[in-house]
Structure formats: structure tokens, C-alpha cells
């Protein structure tokens, strides 16, 4: 964490803006994750709602990155208390996995999802969930700006989606209901769809195989984690030459 240089006569060091903004995201982050996926959870028995909700890739990177964003407060908190005091720098490569995935979650939603699905902006649990918490920790990310992540280490923000590649493959061979009576939690992937799994059809949203789909979402996943390094590399550097 960052601080403004003392003054003479101060006794506490001052926390910079930016700090102050990245601990006000991380915890409107934190505080619009309970409430969508409380929200989520009182919805009706269909898609993403009720008991099924913690199924789904929403609710679950909502999870990863809330709590996350939760911790790295309390833990800003400590260091303004104890400026000695450095968060790990695994922490901060976590927080950057799961801001990928966050931002995976309000993208497939608002591009893929949403238009197949009438009235979804209506409801406030998917706004919370899909736009509101994504861009809460997208901006924490930006402002907080971690030490530099290497290049290599962009594949680490595979790991969340290929688990629940899994996780979904898993509950869709054990005909778990995802609700609704489908054992699948999103449409693309429905391996028994009309595309199936490397077809295509003309019967829309299914124009596509499921595996068409994975090798389009681990393409974009890999593109926006290499991008989102890119960028903190960038600011990190301009930052470095202000100061």
C-alpha cells in the first residue's frame, strides 16, 4: 500500500487517494457479492436461481472475488496501522486470477447470455452479479496495481474456468439439475444441444459445438489476461517515472 510522504510535525503517515479508492472498490466488491448472490439465491427454482445458484460460474467467481476483495481490505486496514506490514505477493496473483474470471462472468453475461434471456437487466441480482461486482473489481484492480505479474504467469487465470469446465462436465454426466430439469447450468454447454459437441446447426443460440465454444472461451480468457498485464505494466511504469 501506498502512502503520501509525511509532513513535518505528522505523526501517521496519510493514505494515498488511490489506496483510499481501491479499499472503497474492494469493499463495494465485497458488499454487492452478498447482496446479488443473496439475491440469486431467493430467485425461483429456474435458471441460476434458488438452491441451484451456487452451480454456476456467476455465483462462484462472485464468491472467489468478493472474499478476495474482503481480505485484501482487512488487510490494507493492518497496513495503515502497521506500515511495515506488505501483502504476499501470491495474494496479489490470486486477486488477479479471479478479476479475470469476474470479468469473464460480466462479459459471457452481458454478450452471450443476456440477449437469450428477456427482462435480465430488470432483475437486481443480475446486475449486482454480472455488471456492478465485475466492474467494482475490474477498477480495484487498476487503482490497487500489484507488483508486476510476469507474462508467463497469465495462464494461472485458466485454472477457474478449466475447473469448472470440469466441475459442469462432472454434473452434466450425473444428470445434476442446474434447474429448470437441466443438467447443464449455460447453454453452450449443452452437449447434447443440436450443434452437440463439434457440430453446428442453424437453430439459434446452439449455431456452435460446445467444444467450439471452450476453445473460444480459453482464447478470450488467455487474450484479456495477457491485456489486463499488459495494461498494469503500463501504469506501473508511468507511475514509477512520476515519482
Given at each position: 500500500m501506498k502512502r503520501d510522504d509525511m509532513k513535518c510535525g505528522d505523526r501517521k503517515p496519510r493514505i494515498a487517494p488511490?489506496?483510499?479508492?481501491?479499499?472503497?472498490?474492494?469493499?463495494?466488491?465485497?458488499?454487492?457479492m452478498v447482496a446479488g448472490i443473496t439475491l440469486t439465491a431467493q430467485m425461483g427454482g429456474g435458471f441460476m436461481g434458488g438452491g441451484t445458484a451456487f452451480l454456476y460460474f456467476t455465483v462462484q467467481s462472485n464468491l472467489w472475488i468478493g472474499v478476495t476483495c474482503a481480505l485484501f481490505f482487512v488487510l490494507n486496514v493492518i497496513a495503515l496501522v502497521r506500515p511495515s506490514f506488505s501483502i504476499p505477493r501470491v495474494l496479489h496473483i490470486i486477486k488477479f486470477v479471479f478479476t479475470v474470471s469476474i470479468t469473464l462472468t460480466g462479459i459471457v453475461f452481458c454478450c452471450v447470455l443476456a440477449p437469450t434471456?428477456?427482462?435480465?437487466?430488470?432483475s437486481a441480482a443480475n446486475v449486482l452479479t454480472h455488471v456492478v461486482v465485475p466492474i467494482a473489481a475490474v477498477a480495484d484492480l487498476f487503482f490497487c496495481r500489484p507488483q508486476e505479474i510476469?507474462?508467463?504467469?497469465?495462464?494461472?487465470?485458466?485454472?477457474?474456468?478449466?475447473y469448472?469446465?470440469?466441475?459442469?462436465?462432472?454434473g452434466y454426466a450425473l444428470h445434476w439439475d442446474f434447474g429448470g430439469g437441466n443438467n447443464y447450468?449455460?447453454?453452450?454447454?449443452?452437449?447434447?444441444?443440436?450443434a452437440g459437441a463439434f457440430?453446428?446447426?442453424?437453430?439459434?443460440?446452439?449455431?456452435?459445438?460446445?467444444?467450439y465454444w471452450i476453445v473460444v472461451m480459453i482464447?478470450?480468457?488467455?487474450l484479456l489476461s495477457l491485456g489486463y498485464i499488459a495494461l498494469l505494466r503500463v501504469l506501473n511504469r508511468r507511475a514509477e517515472r512520476k515519482s
Open positions: 488511490s489506496d483510499l479508492i481501491s479499499m472503497l472498490l474492494q469493499l463495494l466488491t465485497a458488499s454487492c434471456l428477456p427482462g435480465s437487466f430488470k510476469a507474462y508467463k504467469q497469465f495462464a494461472f487465470a485458466l485454472i477457474p474456468p478449466i469448472y469446465l470440469c466441475f459442469a462436465g462432472i447450468p449455460y447453454f453452450f454447454l449443452n452437449w447434447d444441444s443440436p457440430g453446428f446447426s442453424s437453430e439459434m443460440p446452439y449455431f456452435m459445438g460446445c467444444f482464447a478470450f480468457i488467455s
